[in-house]
Each structure stands twice: as structure tokens, then as C-alpha cells.
């Protein structure tokens, strides 16, 4: 079953202190607005925010209390921006630190520790992430890095289904610029890469047998198709569709953007005036 929720990312919220006012001001005043008697909500927490969460079991608890008392439900994470989100300047640097970096994978797996906390027991959730990183210098050396780490990120989750009952999937965002950019190469990077080189890994490193292997990538490293980056190249969402659930791959989430369709050249002079800096 498909749920619709709101992302609070789009809230200025580097700190854990941050995260608690969108909590209980933006997004309760969205829930309140829809009329709703929940909101389901994408959370976005940065590297800070995270950090602050898991050294400090209070703060946890209040992250939980806050959730219930705005009634709101934590049904997928934004691991994309790893900080630094609401900056002036973002462009290049909100794919720093790549999936070549171990910091990537920790701030995700830290992620992960945290999600399971904020669901019911046997939830299927969603961590959104960037495709690897930035497209410019993003070689094969980062590619393999990229590959182990993700073998690193389902060992760790399928444990934390062990533990906890709940499932936590690592769904990877294709974007414009990054190391995956379109559909197409999606497919080719889980066909190629993921089933085997990911799989090869856990096999060597984790004692997994082959077919356990590939189950636990396929369990735990899905998609997250995004409308608007996708719509940049003029794909076709039911034409990528098909071709993953003839793979047999995953897609966890779904991005939808509201944006308007501008068919006159004048229009795009309006428009202009928007550009900035970031």
C-alpha cells in the first residue's frame, strides 16, 4: 500500500532543537490545514541532528513524543543533504560527503538506528540518498567503493530486521549531475553492479551465500524515483516502472514535485528572475 506524506526538508532544520520546531509548528499546521487526524511525513534529520539523537537516548524520546503529540507519522527519511540543506549556497556540496566516504555510510546507517525507533513493529520504510555523488570525478575507485558500502548498509539493516522486526530499505534518488542520472542507468547499475558486485562482497566479507546475499540487496537497496529529476530527460515513469518490477527491483519511494508548465517564451523571461545562486 502507497502513502502519501509530506517532506519536511523543504524546513530549515540542522539541529536537533530545529527538527523539534518543524515538528511541532510546520509540519502539525500542514496536518491541521489538510483537516487530517494524522500526516504521514517524510523526516529529514542531518548529520548533526542524527548525531545528537543517538548519543542521547532523551532525545529520542522527546523526537517520539514530540511525533505523537503533532500527530504525525514518520513513514520515510530525506538522507539525501547530509547537512547544510537551507545554505545559501548548496549546489555541488550537497552531495559531500559522496558514497565513496565512510561518513556517508555511517550518517545513513545512523539513520536507520534511529527510523526503527519511530515505527510500528513490522514497518517497511524508506531512506531516500543521493546516487553516489557528484557526476565530475566520481570514478570506477568511487564506484567500488560506493558497492561495498552498500553490501556494508543491507548487512546492517537486515540485522536491524532481525532485531527489531521492522525493514528498512536504502532507496537511491538518480538526479541530474550525480553518478546516476538517468533511469536507464539505474537499471544498469543494480544489473550490473549491485547484484554482483555488492553480492560478491557480503559473500566474502559476511559469510552470506550467494542467493542469501542477493535476497538481502534486493530486501534492503531499492529505488526512489523522482518525477521531477527524471522529468528533466523527458522519461517515461511507467516505462521505468515496468522495466524494475521485470527486475524485479524495488522502488520504496516515490518524489513528486509541484511545478508549473510554462508554454510560451515569454514566460520563461518571468521565470528568469527566480534564478539564484544556490
Request: hydrophobic share 40%; glycine share 4%.
Amino acid at each position: 500500500m502507497s502513502t502519501l506524506a509530506y517532506c519536511t526538508n523543504v524546513h530549515p532544520s540542522e539541529t536537533f532543537e530545529e527538527v523539534l520546531r518543524v515538528i511541532t509548528g510546520p509540519a502539525r499546521e500542514v496536518r491541521e490545514g489538510l483537516e487530517q487526524a494524522r500526516l504521514p511525513i517524510g523526516l529529514y534529520l542531518s548529520n548533526r541532528a542524527s548525531e545528537e539523537i543517538a548519543r542521547d537516548r532523551a532525545c529520542l524520546e522527546t523526537l517520539q513524543a514530540a511525533l505523537h503529540a503533532s500527530k504525525l507519522d514518520v513513514v520515510t527519511f530525506n538522507g539525501f543533504p547530509y547537512g547544510g540543506f537551507q545554505d545559501k549556497v548548496v549546489k555541488t556540496r550537497v552531495y559531500q560527503p559522496d558514497w565513496s566516504s565512510k561518513q556517508r555510510l555511517e550518517y545513513t546507517k545512523r539513520l536507520a538506528g534511529i527510523f526503527v525507533h519511530l515505527v510500528p513493529e513490522s514497518a517497511d520504510v524508506s531512506i531516500s540518498t543521493l546516487a553516489g555523488g557528484f557526476a565530475a570525478g566520481f570514478n570506477d575507485e568511487h564506484f567500488d567503493a560506493w558497492l561495498r558500502h552498500l553490501a556494508y548498509f543491507a548487512n546492517y539493516a537486515q540485522q536491524l530486521e532481525s532485531e527489531t522486526g521492522r525493514c528498512v530499505r536504502l532507496a537511491i534518488e538518480a538526479e541530474p549531475f550525480t553518478a546516476l542520472e538517468r533511469a536507464s542507468q539505474v537499471m544498469d547499475f543494480f544489473r550490473e553492479r549491485v547484484w554482483r558486485a555488492s553480492r560478491d562482497f557480503l559473500v566474502k566479507h559476511f559469510g552470506f551465500n550467494p542467493n542469501h546475499a542477493e535476497e538481502a540487496l534486493r530486501r534492503h537497496i531499492a529505488v526512489c524515483y523522482d518525477c521531477c529529476h527524471q522529468a528533466l530527460f523527458a522519461e517515461d515513469a511507467a516505462d521505468f516502472f515496468a522495466s524494475a518490477r521485470s527486475e524485479e527491483l524495488a522502488i520504496a519511494k516515490i518524489q513528486l514535485s509541484s511545478a508549473l508548465e510554462i508554454r510560451d517564451r515569454d514566460g520563461l523571461h518571468e521565470i528568469e528572475r527566480f534564478v539564484e545562486e544556490r
